[in-house]
């Protein structure tokens, strides 16, 4: 909250905590990108289902329409714009969510700029030699999500971090 706004008297806005507003952040939503796609289209229509509050960031979309029915921040490919929009210091999100740890490693981690992140991992990201920033960006994150028991007990073979990944089938959000 901005003090000079305070002391001027202007009524100040911020975003109850108690209805958090979501960035959800994928490389892609678009149909004919991939499995992670679909996981970003999935979580999109779980979040709508269930009335949260949430916009989509997208590194690789360079239309700002979605059919998904939100407004896609897109970024063209650009990694320094993808970041940006993560770390521009607001109040705008409360919490951030990312289809694969890849995406995750652009969240901004600075004590002050730090909002609360999940991230999903899938298979083979996180079976055999996990690149070094796909773990910080885990060790960092609040929750870790993984689809299958098999992908969550091969992974936390691979590092302890992974022990705490919840299983959450997309598919079972999709029905409730």
């Not at 919490?95 to 981690?109: E, Q, V």
Request: aromatic letters at 10%; proline letters at 2%.
């Amino acid at each position: 909250m901005s003090r000079n706004r305070e002391k001027q008297g202007e009524s100040v806005t911020s975003i109850d905590q108690n209805r958090p507003n979501i960035l959800l952040g994928s490389e892609s939503f678009a149909l004919d990108r991939g499995g992670v796609s679909r996981v970003g289209r999935l979580v999109s229509h779980v979040l709508t289902d269930a009335g949260k509050d949430y916009s989509l960031l997208s590194l690789n979309e360079s239309k700002i329409e979605s059919e998904l029915g939100k407004t896609l921040l897109a970024c063209a490919g650009s990694r320094l714009r993808f970041a940006a929009a993560l770390w521009q210091p607001n109040d705008r999100y409360t919490h951030f969510m990312y289809t694969h740890l890849g995406i995750a490693r652009a969240h901004c981690n600075l004590a002050r700029l730090r909002r609360p992140y999940a991230v999903w991992v899938h298979g083979i990201e996180v079976w055999d030699n996990v690149r070094s920033d796909y773990l910080r960006a885990a060790n960092y994150a609040d929750t870790i999500f993984t689809q299958t028991y098999f992908t969550r007990s091969r992974a936390a073979l691979t590092n302890k971090v992974f022990d705490r990944a919840e299983l959450e089938s997309i598919a079972k959000l999709c029905r409730q």
